[in-house]
C-alpha cells in the first residue's frame, strides 16, 4: 500500500480508481466490509482501490470541544487499512480551506481530477462537506454526470445494534475488552513506550514496564490480563491502568507486569492486547495485601491466557 500525505505527489490522476472516503476511526468490522467491497470491485475493474481520509479528524479542526477521542492512533490506521491489501492510502491534510471547500469543488478537484474515480463505495450514513451536503444522493447524482458511480453500503449490525466507533467505545468505557472483539473483529490493542516509573513495582517482586502511548482511548481504569508483543514475540501479562490508588498517585498510568520475562526494555515499544478484564482499582490497607491480590491476579490471568489466542489484524484477512 502507498501513502499519499498530499495530492501533489499525484502528478497524474489514478487510473479506474474504485474509492471510498470516510474517517474511519477504530476500523471495525463496517469499515472492513467497506475495503473488502473496494479492493473486489478495483481488480473486477482492473484498476487501483483507494480509502481516502482526512488527518486530522475534522472536528480537531472545526469544533475541537466535541471532536471525539479517537479509537486508533494514526500509525495504527495505516496499518490496519494496510492490512486490508488496499492499494492507496490517500490521508488528505484537513484545515479550514478543506472545510471551507463546497462538495461540487471536492468532488471535482480532488475524486475525478486527481484521484481518477470511477466508482465510490460509501457507508450508509456518510456525508461530507459544509452541512454535511456531500451525502449519499448528492454523490449519486453528480458521479452520473461527471463519469463515476457510486455504491452504499448498509451497515453491518450486531443484533440490531449497529457496528460503529461509538459501540467500541461503549465496550471500552465499562472495560468489556472481550465484548470489543466482536465489532472490531480484534483484541483491543495499545502501543506505547518504556519509560522509567517510580520502581514500586519491582520494589513489592512484581517489575512492571511503566508505557507512555499516544492513544487517546483506554480501557476503563483497573486490572486486565493481556498478552505483550516484544519483537514479534507474545507474552502472558498483567496491566493495570489507573492511578495507583495505594500509593497515592494523581496521573493514570498504564503499568504492564509482562509473565516469565527479564530483559532491560527501557526505551522499547511494546504492543499490548487486552483479553479480560481482572478487577477494579482498590485501595491497599497494606503493602502486604496487595502483594497478596498481585499474586492472584497473576494466577487468574494465567488461567485465563493459558486457552486463549489472540485475534491480530492479519489472522482475519481474506486478501486472496
Known sequence: MKIIHSLGELTEPLAKSVATIGNFDGVHLGHREIFREVVKKAKKLGGKSVVITFVPHPLKILRPEQAPRLLNTYIEKERLIRASCVDYLVELPFDQAMADMSPVDFVDEILVHKLGVQHLIIGYDYAFGRDRAGDADFLTKIGAVRGFTVEVLGPILRGEEVYSSTLVRRFLAIGDVVGVVEPLGRNFTLEGRVIHGANRGANLGFPTANLMTDKEVLPRPGVYAVKVKYQDELFDGV??????????????????????????????????????????????????????????????????????????????LDCG
Not at 477494579?280 to 494465567?302: G, M, P, R, T, Y
Open 239 to 316: 496491566m493495570n491502568i489507573g492511578f495507583n490508588p495505594t500509593f497515592g498517585s494523581e496521573r493514570i498510568s498504564l503499568e504492564v507486569h509482562i509473565l516469565n520475562f527479564n530483559q532491560d526494555i527501557y526505551g522499547e515499544t511494546l504492543r499490548v492486547y487486552f483479553v479480560e478484564r481482572l478487577r477494579d482499582e482498590k485501595i491497599f490497607k497494606s503493602v502486604d495485601e496487595l502483594v497478596v491480590s498481585i499474586q492472584n491476579d497473576i494466577e487468574s490471568a494465567l488461567a485465563i491466557l493459558s486457552t486463549t489466542n489472540i485475534i491480530e489484524y492479519r489472522d482475519y
